[in-house]
């Protein structure tokens, strides 16, 4: 069954520093979404995306944070100056229709030093 | 905006015996989706059983079904014959029915639950 991959599963980086999480939704899918999870918190979106723009974006989703579909497989997540509270589970998902159930990628634990 | 709230935060069941999760939601949509994912230790994201607001049928899978309430808004989540493999947490979502756009999720604070021998 196809999947949704993240690179990498986690990354360290120091305070201030960009960051680029990478996904790879599933291929024949359309609408990709980005969600954010501060250690044992809900899951949060952040950002939808579709025909090669934001769909719809949430307040955590300020000027520091950007996506882009760079080529027809990555869809990818920057963070350009990362804050202590940037650190969390960061997910990818897709699906084929906006009202598809959301597949999920396994995840990027973001730690920020 | 749309809320979904879960208030068990914990909850423990023997294995083979059947344990139910709650979930409510409030919003002004007509049409909508709400799911139960899975998220074991491993932190994946794994969908469990999804229904369709305009469907009155509870939807099923497997060991795994809904009572779905559309004039209460309420969504609860019964597992049948607990296993062991269950035990992970569990998030109620939500997702506006909207074609043509992307629908985003918006899930609850989730419940844990432990499967014991």
């Known amino acids: 069954e196809p999947e949704v991959t993240q690179t990498p599963s986690h990354q360290v980086t120091q305070m201030g520093q960009e960051v680029i999480l990478r996904c790879v939704p599933i291929?024949?899918?359309?609408?990709f979404y980005w969600y954010r999870q501060i250690l044992g918190q809900k899951v949060e979106f952040l950002v939808s995306?579709?025909?090669?723009?934001?769909?719809?974006k949430s307040e955590i989703f300020d000027d520091q944070f950007s996506v882009e579909r760079p080529d027809g497989s990555n869809f990818t997540l920057k963070i350009r100056s990362t804050k202590l509270e940037d650190s969390a589970m960061y997910f990818c998902?897709?699906?084929?229709?906006?009202?598809?159930?959301?597949?999920f990628g396994d995840g990027t634990r973001l730690s920020i030093l | 905006a749309q809320t979904v709230t879960q208030s068990q935060p914990e909850m423990s069941v023997q294995e083979a015996e059947t344990v139910t999760l709650s979930c409510t939601y409030d919003?002004?949509?007509?049409?909508?989706?709400l799911f139960w994912y899975k998220q074991p230790p491993s932190r994946q994201m794994i969908l469990v059983i999804r229904?369709?607001?305009?469907?009155?049928q509870n939807a099923t899978e497997n060991r795994f079904s809904v009572n779905f309430q559309k004039a209460a808004k309420s969504f609860s989540l019964k597992i049948s014959d607990s296993q062991l493999g269950d035990t992970a947490m569990y998030f109620c979502?939500?997702?506006?029915?909207?074609?043509?756009?992307?629908?985003?999720?918006?899930f609850g604070t989730g419940t844990r639950l432990q499967v014991t021998l």
């Open positions: 998902a897709s699906n084929n229709r906006g009202n598809q159930p959301q597949h």
């Open positions: 291929s024949n899918h359309l609408y």
């Open positions: 995306f579709y025909n090669n723009e934001i769909s719809e």
């Open positions: 919003t002004s949509e007509n049409n909508y989706y």
């Open positions: 229904q369709e607001a305009y469907k009155q």
């Open positions: 979502a939500f997702s506006a029915s909207y074609t043509g756009t992307a629908s985003k999720l918006t």
